[in-house]
């Protein structure tokens, strides 16, 4: 398997930004279909970005021009630049990895790290 650990987390009037991080061990899972996850209390975990092996990208509606996936392949970390954050973005957000090419946020391999809170408050 792979441990995934995340950062960044924290709080954060609305209209703000925050940075989440993301390393995994073995670190090459990076290079592969990653993704960031999130779980409102009394929700369903939900998709909010993925990225694949060559970098393509997917956004929730919810995040869609708001939100940003990225990674670096040299320090091994995936990131999510979260702007323009409002009270409905709080939640406890997970970094997500496969192992795969191509990702698929309904796949069944999903492996996760322990998950990181962001509050937004308005």
């Known amino acids: 398997g792979v441990r995934l650990v995340e950062s960044g987390g924290g709080s954060v009037q609305a209209g703000g930004s925050l940075r989440l991080s993301c390393t995994s061990s073995p670190d090459y899972y990076v290079k592969y279909c990653m993704a960031w996850f999130r779980q409102a209390p009394g929700k369903e975990r939900e998709g909010v970005a993925h990225?694949?092996?060559?970098?393509?990208?997917l956004y929730s509606d919810s995040v869609k021009g708001r939100f940003t996936i990225s990674r670096d392949n040299d320090k091994k970390f995936l990131y999510l630049q979260m702007d323009s954050l409002q009270s409905e973005d709080t939640a406890t957000y997970y970094c997500a990895a496969t192992g795969e090419s191509r990702c698929d946020f309904g796949s069944p391999i999903w492996q996760w790290g322990q998950g990181t809170q962001v509050t937004v408050s308005s």
């Open positions: 990225i694949d092996q060559w970098s393509n990208t």
